[in-house]
C-alpha cells in the first residue's frame, strides 16, 4: 500500500513555470511506473505523462509533449513534473498515480494522490 502527495501546484501567469512533486510512501516506488493525470471542472481524467521504474521510457500526451518533462528520483521516493511555456488549458488537478504499466487509461492505474491545483492565467 502506498500513499502518494502532490505539492508544488498553485497560480501562474501563461507562459511560466511550475515544478510539481510527488512524495510517496509506505513503499518503495522504486520497481513501478509512476505517471501524472489531470482534470478540470466537468471533464475526464486525462493522462499526461507516465515514467517507467528505471527512467528509461517516458510517456506524454500530446497536448503536452515538448513543454512538460516527467522525471523521478527513487532514492528519494518521489517524482516530478517539470510544466514550462504554460498554458490556460493545462489548468486542472494534477493527480500522481502509480500501480500501472504505462497506461493512458485512468481506470489502469491503481493508486493516486489527493491532487494539487494547478491554474494558469491568460
Known amino acids: 500500500q502506498v500513499q502518494l502527495v502532490e505539492s508544488g501546484g498553485g497560480l501562474v501567469q501563461a507562459g511560466g513555470s511550475l515544478r510539481l512533486s510527488c512524495a510517496a510512501s509506505?513503499?518503495?516506488?522504486?520497481?513501478?511506473?509512476m505517471g501524472w493525470f489531470r482534470q478540470a471542472p466537468g471533464k475526464e481524467r486525462e493522462f499526461v505523462a507516465a515514467?517507467?521504474?528505471?527512467?528509461?521510457?517516458?510517456s506524454y500526451s500530446d497536448s503536452v509533449k515538448g513543454r512538460f518533462t516527467i522525471s523521478r528520483d527513487n532514492a528519494k521516493n518521489t517524482v516530478y513534473l517539470q510544466m514550462n511555456s504554460l498554458k490556460p488549458e493545462d489548468t486542472a488537478i494534477y493527480y500522481c498515480?502509480?500501480?500501472?504499466?504505462?497506461?493512458?487509461?485512468?481506470?489502469?492505474?491503481?493508486?493516486w494522490g489527493q491532487g494539487t491545483q494547478v491554474t494558469v492565467s491568460s
Open positions: 515514467i517507467s521504474y528505471n527512467s528509461e521510457m517516458t
Open positions: 509506505g513503499r518503495t516506488i522504486s520497481y513501478y511506473a
Open positions: 498515480v502509480t500501480d500501472g504499466v504505462m497506461a493512458t487509461v485512468a481506470s489502469s492505474w491503481g493508486s
